[in-house]
Nanobody
């Protein structure tokens, strides 16, 4: 079965940075499109970025210019580097295999002074 473990959240001050990771197992990882979602209190789930098996990325307008998604197919890992964090970025962040219904457990991000 496909399994995802995501990590990297925490409490950071405005303007800070975080690097998230997603470790996959039981997946034909090299052909899987991966994505990062977030769910903030009182808001709908949002896809913040995605990356194809070939490494093509796409980012939501709300975060474009502040984050980078990368992948290492040999290690079956995906990373999300997010900079210039704002209080509005506070949410639970989830790694997912797009279109397949496989999700990580989520990692909490709180941006506050």
């Amino acid at each position: 079965q496909w399994q995802l473990v995501d990590s990297g959240g925490g409490l950071v001050q405005p303007g800070g940075s975080l690097r998230f990771s997603c470790a996959a197992s039981g997946i034909i990882f090299s052909v899987a499109a991966m994505g990062w979602y977030r769910k903030a209190p009182g808001k709908q789930r949002e896809l913040v970025g995605e990356i194809t098996g070939g490494g093509i990325t796409n980012y939501a307008d709300s975060v474009k210019g502040r984050l980078t998604i990368s992948r290492d197919n040999a290690k079956k890992t995906v990373h999300l580097q997010m900079n210039s964090l704002e209080p509005e970025d506070t949410a639970v962040y989830y790694c997912a295999v797009l279109y397949a219904g496989y999700w990580g457990q989520g990692t909490q991000v709180t941006v506050s002074s």
